[in-house]
């Protein structure tokens, strides 16, 4: 059994400043006269990556230590809830470690046959669509993520992976089975297929119009923008010129509308949240700076930009989003205000997960 902790300071979001204990594993703010004190700081609900990779590189599934050195960069970021948004790997030997963070998985991509990235997608055609869902619906957590567009190398371009009538009866069948969907989309042509068919969320989502942005924020249909992975599309426009310019110059249209288009859906209250699409190009322990990107490119206050990236992402997730009694003792210590200054979350002071602490 672990010893009991104590730590004084304002806990977000209600920015009360408190006593919090914990013991067993638990939040409590009864005094416990023999806790160990981990002294003061800002305290924050452990936070959420909602787009990452565990299990991922750029080639595809990566072995078991490469994947508890990717949990591991992301506890040690404070990241201790992630939505693992597609992985060719199987990491439920995670959900063993109690030193590890929690993930939410969305089983394996699928995507349209040689329209995604080598060995990372589970690809069918659109005829097999419904079927590979129900696959990846029993593999996941609770989601299903599809590619939404890629590359057509016979258009040169961004174009749908799969048609209207497909794509429908695929989200249907999941909303049957519990799951909720999302899609990645970097383009704009397959994006009205995806909303009518009642998509629970977007993955980048820069081919965004203004006229979707009330629609999705009546429906409550979200946003995770992977602002730092996005912020990189001039350098893929840069790797697909000599083969594809029309794609190119498609990949830097979008890149020069990314603020306008972000701050939109912000302002018209699509929900949003933070995700680093770690995992593939990008390293893991990064939620930082996503936090950090959608106060300065999607016009987020501080508070906002935090709780994107704690406790709304938590309770969008069907976590518990607060530190209120009895529960689970994820959080991190900081040592300075965060609102005041969102950088001082790459420093913090320690995390809690699972009552247990660490450096």
Same mark, same amino acid.
């Given at each position: ?155 040169? /371009?961004? %174009?749908?992976?799969? *048609?209207?009538?497909? !794509?429908? =009866?695929?989200?249907? #069948? +999941?909303? $049957?089975?519990?799951? @909720? ?114 106060? /300065?490119? %999607?016009?987020?206050? *501080?508070?906002?930009? !935090?709780? =994107?990236?704690?406790? #709304? +992402?938590? $309770?969008?997730?069907? @976590? ?40």
């Amino acid at each position: 059994m672990s010893p009991a902790l104590h730590v004084r300071g304002v806990v977000l979001p209600e920015g009360e400043h408190r006593d919090l204990y914990v013991v067993d594993g638990a939040v409590t703010y009864e005094p416990v006269a023999s806790a160990e004190s981990l002294g003061e700081g800002w305290i924050v609900p452990g936070l959420v990556d909602a787009h990452c990779h565990v299990g991922l590189d750029e080639h595809g599934a990566v072995p078991r230590d490469v994947q508890e050195r990717q949990a591991l960069d992301e506890r040690a970021a404070g990241a201790l809830l992630l939505r693992d948004a597609g992985s060719a790997a199987d990491t439920r030997w995670v959900d063993e470690r109690e030193d590890l963070p929690r993930i939410i998985r969305a089983g394996r991509h699928i995507a349209r046959t040689r329209r995604y990235i080598p060995h990372y997608a589970a690809e069918v055609e659109p005829d097999d669509l419904v079927a590979e869902v129900e696959r990846q619906v029993a593999r996941g957590d609770g989601w299903v993520k599809l590619v939404g567009d890629w590359i057509d190398r016979g258009r040169g /371009d961004l %174009a749908p992976s799969f *048609p209207r009538g497909p !794509l429908a =009866a695929a989200i249907a #069948r +999941a909303h $049957e089975l519990d799951a @909720r969907v999302t899609a990645h989309v970097f383009g704009t042509e397959c994006l009205q297929d995806l909303l009518d068919a009642g998509i629970d969320c977007l993955e980048h989502g820069t081919g965004l119009r203004e006229d979707m942005l009330d629609g999705m924020a009546a429906n409550g249909t979200a946003l995770v923008p992977t602002l730092i992975q996005i912020a990189r599309f001039a350098a893929y426009a840069d790797q697909g010129e000599a083969r594809f310019p029309a794609y190119a110059a498609h990949m830097r249209a979008l890149h020069a509308r990314i603020p306008t288009t972000m701050r939109a859906a912000h302002e018209a209250g699509v929900p949003m949240f933070a995700g680093t699409d770690a995992g593939g190009q990008l390293p893991h322990g990064l939620v930082a700076d996503e936090i950090i990107a959608l106060r /300065d490119t %999607a016009g987020m206050t *501080p508070y906002e930009a !935090l709780g =994107a990236g704690s406790w #709304r +992402a938590r $309770e969008w997730l069907g @976590r518990p989003a607060t530190l209120t009694e009895g529960a689970s003792a994820d959080f991190v210590v900081l040592p300075a205000e965060p609102l005041h200054d969102l950088s001082v979350l790459k420093l913090p002071t320690c995390v809690i997960l699972r009552g247990r602490v660490y450096p």
